[in-house]
């Protein structure tokens, strides 16, 4: 763990793996993040929480200049990044507008403040860069289901692990849940703009039950939203990467580009 004024950097930290890296999210998050970034020009790109560095092996494949960070590098297995430790419930250590790109698969969920980390992203990108974002998409049909059966959405169940050793509870990865609408409020206060969405895959698109729901969903809340920026942001609900989407992958560019669709 790192603040700003304790920033350590290596560029061969950890042994090399004929295996290679393994992605730690859930499956076809990072094809789809990658779906957003080939055709971009190449630059420098900041991989937080890198993980293994499976990502950073991909885009560094297709010549992108990759710095990963992460709050420790037991995992990581590709020595030829750079690669820097940080905590991203303190910040990033790194100059204003020094990036082309950030990337974050799954990890705004794991900490104490979103709002913290997209404003450490917006001052560490250029003015008109890209971040990549992902997180589990607690608002499809199904994670609605689980929440109305169970009391939890997807991926976050009871929040609770107990030490079978000690008895006390430990702490959990997914701490913080973040809904579309927050997340699409909290990158627009932070001069983002939301250019394409996608899921890593769907559930239950094929399902009576849910296209009753969906269809049930679709007539509520109309008068509530007759402006058109509420209006929008409805049919962005309403659409298939959220209601059947496991994973949400997004696609944001800071301003200083012409204004996009979302």
Same mark, same amino acid.
């Given at each position: 763990?790192?603040?700003? @004024? ?47 560095? %499976?990502?950073?092996?991909?885009? !560094? ?10 709050? !420790?590098?037991? @995992? ?9 430790? *940080? ?22 969920? +794991?900490?104490?403040?979103? +709002?913290?980390?997209?404003? $450490? ?7 008109? @860069?890209?971040?990549? *974002? ?24 009871? /929040? ?6 000690? @008895?006390?509870?430990? #702490? ?20 983002? $703009?939301?250019?394409?969405?996608? %899921?890593?895959?769907? +559930? ?10 969906? #269809?049930?969903?679709? /007539? ?5 939203? !007759?402006? =058109? ?7 962005? *609900?309403?659409?298939?990467?959220? /209601? ?5 992958? *997004? ?6 580009? =012409?204004?996009?669709?979302?």
């Amino acid at each position: 763990m790192t603040s700003r @004024g304790n920033l350590q950097t290596s560029q061969n930290f950890g042994e090399s793996s004929t295996v290679g890296p393994t992605p730690c999210t859930a499956p076809l998050v990072h094809e789809r993040a990658f779906e957003m970034m080939k055709d971009e020009p190449r630059g420098k790109v900041l991989d937080v929480p890198a993980g293994e560095g %499976a990502f950073a092996k991909r885009l !560094q494949n297709e010549k992108f200049e990759v710095w990963c960070g992460d709050i !420790q590098a037991d @995992g990581y297995l590709v020595a030829t990044q750079k690669l820097v430790l *940080l905590d991203l419930n303190i910040g990033l250590p790194f100059k204003d507008g020094f990036f082309d790109y950030v990337v974050c698969l799954e990890g705004i969920e +794991h900490l104490e403040s979103p +709002h913290l980390l997209v404003r $450490e992203i917006n001052r560490v990108l250029r003015a008109g @860069g890209t971040c990549i *974002l992902s997180t589990p998409n607690i608002l499809s049909l199904r994670s609605r289901l689980s929440y109305l059966l169970y009391g939890y959405p997807n991926y976050f169940h009871l /929040m609770i692990d107990v030490d079978p050793l000690t @008895g006390r509870e430990k #702490k959990i990865d997914h701490i913080n849940p973040v809904p579309f609408p927050e997340l699409r409020y909290i990158l627009n206060q932070n001069n983002f $703009e939301i250019e394409q969405i996608k %899921a890593n895959r769907s +559930h239950g698109k094929g399902s009576p039950l849910f296209y009753l729901l969906k #269809k049930i969903i679709s /007539m509520r809340g109309k008068r509530s939203a !007759q402006d =058109p920026a509420r209006s929008h942001v409805r049919q962005i *609900l309403l659409s298939d990467p959220l /209601m059947y989407g496991e994973i949400l992958v *997004l696609k944001a560019r800071k301003r200083g580009h =012409p204004p996009h669709n979302y």
